[in-house]
């Protein structure tokens, strides 16, 4: 038999390690919860991103029959969103650091409101677009805050995977209007634009701020406070706090950054990067295809497009969670050059589609080409390019120039996407299959950028990221 004092000590320890476990357990779960809850909150931003993109889908034709549009003013209706959002996309940055990650959420909720109201009692095309020029200004600056909001609030494990979710809310919103859209009046479509600004206006209520943004403003009690209340109560949090400040004290002492000074040596690559992703993202002509989806199917040979708009809407989400599992697990990078590659299989495809109904050969085979290749474009965009331009814009600029360098990264994006969504209907009128044609040439060269240029930035620190993309001296 072993001494008494053995079997006392075992018996002890036996008791602690598992109640040492319950307490890590249940101080995960602490911390799990509050991040989810405030990434949560957050993209309900995402979600009235969706909504207001994907508004002027199903809604084109009665829209221009209620209130006497041309196709011309329509196509201002439907484009001039993107031009809200580039305003929104030049100050988000500012605004962010200014007033704070969940300030700029709320301004942007607050807008999105007013905009929605205009567009619900609109009698003619001036408040039409007056309250979607609104709704984009809104959506612009959500589209910066809300994954940088979600990325440093995240641990880097669950990081890429929490980010995506951003764009499977997008997905979600631009779904929900596709099928709503096909079912209630154009005005009755807006109240699904109202809920969540409502949402975040409350929800703001309940979770921290940016623990990181906290500390580049000097608040480094708050920003303890509000990083323990995101890896919960017992976990300890000084090693990723003394991160943070030895990284913001680094950033203090570099002088503020201008626009201009984004292309020195220190930052070009990182400036590369998130441009030409965003470039390469909207010129592979998603925009296209989301805000005009229902006369595409007309066009190419459908008696309806409410059928194809609903499909649209069906596989979207599915396939953007499953992009959200993948993206910690397999990276990045490998899943940017998948989406690009079907991307440009699946333009090329409907290219072809309207080629041989321009001919008149294989008649038969245009609807369901067409079909094919606009369900495979958005399920390879929504696995990848889709959310992944987005999750790395927020990890690779360091916090001193991310308002300045995000505000850029995505006025570009909106800027490509304006100029697709306005030209959309001219092109198509022009030549609809040379217009798929030019979008997959854009795919394909994204394939190529990937490859040559972007990093992998798979389970590395901001921190990590930040200095390897940034150490050009």
Same mark, same amino acid.
């Given at each position: 038999?072993?001494?008494?004092?053995?079997?006392?000590?075992?018996?002890?320890?036996?008791?602690?390690?598992?109640?040492?476990?319950?307490?890590?357990?249940? &101080? /995960?779960?602490?911390?799990?919860?509050?991040?989810?809850?405030?990434?949560?909150?957050?993209? /309900?931003?995402?979600?009235?991103?969706?909504?207001?993109?994907?508004?002027?889908?199903?809604?084109?034709?009665?829209?221009?029959?209620?209130? @006497?549009?041309?196709?011309?003013?329509?196509?201002?209706?439907?484009?001039?969103?993107?031009?809200?959002?580039?305003?929104?996309?030049?100050? &988000?940055?500012?605004?962010?650091?200014?007033?704070?990650?969940?300030?700029?959420?709320?301004?942007?909720?607050?807008?999105?409101?007013?905009?929605?109201? @205009?567009?619900?009692?609109?009698?003619?095309?001036?408040?039409?677009?007056?309250?979607?020029?609104?709704?984009? %200004?809104?959506?612009?600056?959500?589209?910066?805050?809300? !994954?940088?909001?979600?990325?440093?609030?995240?641990?880097?494990?669950?990081?890429?995977?929490?980010?995506?979710?951003?764009?499977?809310?997008? /997905?979600?919103?631009?779904?929900?209007?596709?099928?709503?859209?096909?079912?209630?009046?154009?005005?009755?479509?807006?109240?699904?634009?109202?809920?969540? /600004?409502?949402?975040? $206006?409350?929800?703001?209520?309940?979770?921290?701020?940016?623990?990181?943004?906290?500390?580049?403003?000097?608040?480094?009690?708050?920003?303890?406070?509000?990083?323990?209340?995101?890896?919960?109560?017992?976990?300890?949090?000084?090693?990723?706090?003394?991160?943070?400040?030895? %990284?913001?004290?680094?950033?203090?002492?570099?002088?503020?950054?201008?626009?201009?000074?984004?292309?020195?040596?220190?930052?070009?690559?990182?400036?590369?990067?998130?441009?030409?992703?965003?470039?390469?993202?909207?010129?592979?002509?998603?925009?296209?295809?989301?805000? %005009?989806?229902?006369?595409?199917?007309?066009?190419?040979?459908?008696?309806?497009?409410?059928?194809?708009?609903?499909?649209?809407?069906?596989?979207?989400? !599915?396939?953007?969670?499953?992009?959200?599992?993948?993206?910690?697990?397999?990276?990045?990078?490998?899943?940017?050059?998948?989406?690009?590659?079907?991307?440009?299989? &699946?333009?090329?495809?409907?290219?072809?589609?309207?080629?041989?109904?321009?001919?008149?050969?294989?008649?038969? +085979?245009?609807?369901?080409?067409?079909?094919?290749?606009?369900?495979?474009? $958005?399920?390879?965009?929504?696995?990848?390019?889709?959310?992944?331009?987005?999750?790395?814009?927020?990890?690779?600029?360091?916090?001193?120039?991310?308002?300045?360098?995000?505000?850029?990264?995505?006025?570009?994006? +909106?800027?490509? &996407?304006?100029?697709?969504?306005?030209?959309?209907?001219?092109?198509?009128?022009?030549?609809?299959?040379?217009?798929?044609?030019?979008?997959?040439?854009?795919?394909?060269?994204?394939?190529?950028?990937?490859?040559?240029?972007?990093?992998?930035?798979?389970?590395?620190?901001?921190?990590?990221?930040?200095?390897?993309?940034?150490?050009?001296?």
């Amino acid at each position: 038999m072993g001494n008494s004092k053995d079997v006392v000590d075992r018996e002890e320890n036996g008791f602690k390690e598992p109640l040492m476990h319950a307490e890590e357990t249940r &101080s /995960c779960k602490e911390s799990l919860c509050m991040v989810l809850v405030s990434t949560a909150v957050s993209v /309900c931003g995402s979600f009235e991103f969706g909504v207001c993109v994907g508004y002027s889908a199903p809604t084109q034709s009665e829209i221009r029959q209620d209130l @006497g549009l041309s196709l011309s003013e329509y196509s201002v209706f439907g484009s001039i969103v993107t031009i809200g959002a580039m305003i929104g996309a030049v100050t &988000s940055g500012r605004i962010s650091d200014f007033s704070g990650r969940k300030g700029a959420m709320r301004m942007s909720a607050i807008v999105c409101i007013i905009g929605w109201l @205009g567009i619900y009692f609109a009698e003619g095309a001036f408040s039409l677009d007056l309250g979607r020029i609104l709704t984009g %200004y809104g959506t612009g600056v959500f589209s910066y805050v809300v !994954p940088v909001f979600i990325a440093e609030i995240a641990p880097k494990q669950l990081r890429g995977g929490l980010t995506t979710i951003n764009q499977l809310l997008i /997905c979600g919103g631009l779904s929900l209007c596709y099928i709503i859209g096909t079912l209630v009046t154009w005005r009755t479509l807006v109240l699904v634009g109202l809920v969540p /600004c409502f949402v975040i $206006l409350v929800g703001l209520y309940f979770i921290p701020e940016s623990p990181r943004w906290l500390a580049k403003v000097g608040r480094d009690r708050e920003s303890e406070v509000a990083l323990q209340s995101l890896r919960g109560k017992d976990a300890d949090i000084s090693q990723e706090a003394a991160d943070i400040q030895e %990284y913001v004290e680094t950033l203090r002492s570099l002088p503020e950054t201008r626009i201009l000074e984004l292309f020195q040596r220190t930052y070009i690559r990182s400036v590369i990067v998130g441009v030409g992703l965003m470039a390469f993202q909207q010129f592979g002509g998603v925009n296209g295809i989301t805000f %005009y989806a229902t006369e595409i199917f007309v066009s190419a040979g459908f008696a309806s497009g409410n059928l194809g708009t609903i499909l649209l809407g069906s596989i979207q989400v !599915p396939i953007t969670t499953m992009g959200a599992f993948l993206m910690d697990k397999s990276g990045r990078r490998p899943l940017l050059m998948v989406s690009a590659s079907g991307t440009c299989l &699946s333009a090329f495809t409907i290219a072809i589609s309207f080629y041989l109904k321009d001919k008149g050969i294989y008649m038969d +085979w245009v609807p369901l080409l067409a079909l094919t290749g606009i369900l495979g474009f $958005l399920g390879s965009f929504s696995i990848g390019m889709g959310a992944i331009p987005w999750v790395i814009m927020s990890e690779i600029f360091p916090i001193n120039i991310k308002g300045v360098a995000g505000s850029l990264v995505t006025l570009v994006n +909106w800027f490509a &996407s304006w100029a697709v969504s306005y030209a959309f209907n001219f092109l198509v009128s022009w030549s609809s299959s040379g217009t798929f044609f030019v979008f997959a040439a854009f795919c394909a060269t994204s394939v190529v950028f990937v490859a040559k240029v972007v990093p992998e930035t798979k389970g590395r620190t901001l921190e990590e990221i930040q200095a390897s993309m940034n150490s050009f001296k």
